[in-house]
């Protein structure tokens, strides 16, 4: 699925992509729709990165096991070491 929005839009938030994008990833990740993982990787940022970021915003990491496989699956595809 492609979610179009428009550069007016973006105008009127006063927001870049990369913005927009982060927001979005906090969000769903505060309300544990997504992993740590899933959320760093829709910011397009590194775990490390959005973590830094969870933590200027005072937002608690929820991290149980389903999640620790799931971000090494991630780390795995993306040939890590």
Excluded: C
């Amino acid at each position: 699925m492609s979610v179009t929005i428009s550069d007016e839009v973006l105008q009127q938030l006063q927001m870049s992509d990369a913005e927009l994008l982060r927001e979005i990833s906090v969000l769903l990740f505060q309300q544990e729709r997504f992993t740590l993982g899933q959320a760093s990787q829709f910011a397009r940022m590194s775990q490390l990165e959005f973590q830094k970021l969870l933590a200027r915003r005072q937002i608690p990491l929820h991290y149980d096991l389903a999640e620790l496989r799931e971000d090494v699956k991630i780390l795995e595809a993306n040939d890590w070491r």
